[in-house]
């Protein structure tokens, strides 16, 4: 089993409609989950973090967290052609602190 | 604020042949990190400083990976001998305090093909 599993997709949404990435991790004692946004031949930029059970919102994107199910998800509404790229789930390992990475998601928004 | 500066951008070598990777984090930032990022996956730690000390480089492949951050501040990262499944983005990224990854940052990476 993977630490950090994403769906590689792509996953293709029309402009305006709601996208849903998902995010599952193998360490139970993993503590702190964030969200970057790569777009092609850049590097990671960090749009989300999140810590407690439940959502986080800012703007048109909202993380959730399901400790109980290893479970974060990114949402992102309203969705814009410039919102194509690869969103990768990053989980801090509560065993060893380090930062480890999922395969990214390469997300598609049709016009 | 500038961000985090790598050099050179790209690079194109033949197998066997060596190469060196540059790097100057964000001003301040104590902490350094190489991540190897292969076509299709997210990046790997391949070696963490804090100051110009190892934290974590029990992915760095010793027998032909090396890296040092002399002053504590900017830091090299060579491969010699290259072999082909080293072709990959070489991120940099730096941030404030160990394992501090809400204000992490990374360069622009450089791009090896090994051919």
């Known amino acids: 089993q993977k630490e950090v599993e994403q769906n590689s997709g792509p996953l293709s949404v029309p402009e305006g409609a709601i996208a849903s990435l998902n995010c599952t991790y193998s360490?139970?004692?993993?503590?702190?989950f964030f969200w970057y946004r790569q777009y092609s031949g850049k590097s990671p930029e960090l749009i989300m973090s999140?810590?407690?059970?439940g959502d986080k919102e800012d703007g048109r994107f909202t993380a959730q967290l399901n400790k109980a199910s290893q479970y974060v998800s990114l949402l992102i509404r309203d969705s814009q052609p410039s919102d194509s790229a690869t969103y990768l789930c990053?989980?801090?390992?509560?065993?060893?602190?380090?930062?480890?990475f999922g395969t990214g998601t390469l997300l598609a928004v049709q016009p | 604020e500038a961000g985090v500066a790598q050099s050179p951008r790209y690079k194109i070598i033949e197998k066997r042949q060596s190469v060196a990777f540059w790097c100057n984090p964000i001003s301040g930032h104590a902490t350094l990190y190489w991540y190897q990022q292969i076509l299709g996956q997210g990046p790997k730690l391949l070696i963490q400083?804090?100051?110009?000390?190892?934290?974590?480089d029990s992915q760095l492949p010793k027998d032909r990976f090396s890296a040092e951050r002399l002053k504590g501040v900017d830091s090299t990262l060579k491969i010699q001998p290259a072999k082909l499944e080293d072709s990959a983005v070489y991120l940099c990224a730096s941030s404030l305090g160990l394992d501090t990854y809400e204000k992490l940052f990374f360069g622009s990476g450089t791009q090896l093909s090994v051919l």
């Open positions: 990053a989980v801090k390992s509560g065993a060893t602190n380090k930062l480890i």
């Open positions: 999140i810590y407690s059970n």
């Open positions: 400083f804090q100051n110009n000390g190892v934290v974590d």
């Open positions: 360490d139970r004692g993993s503590q702190s």
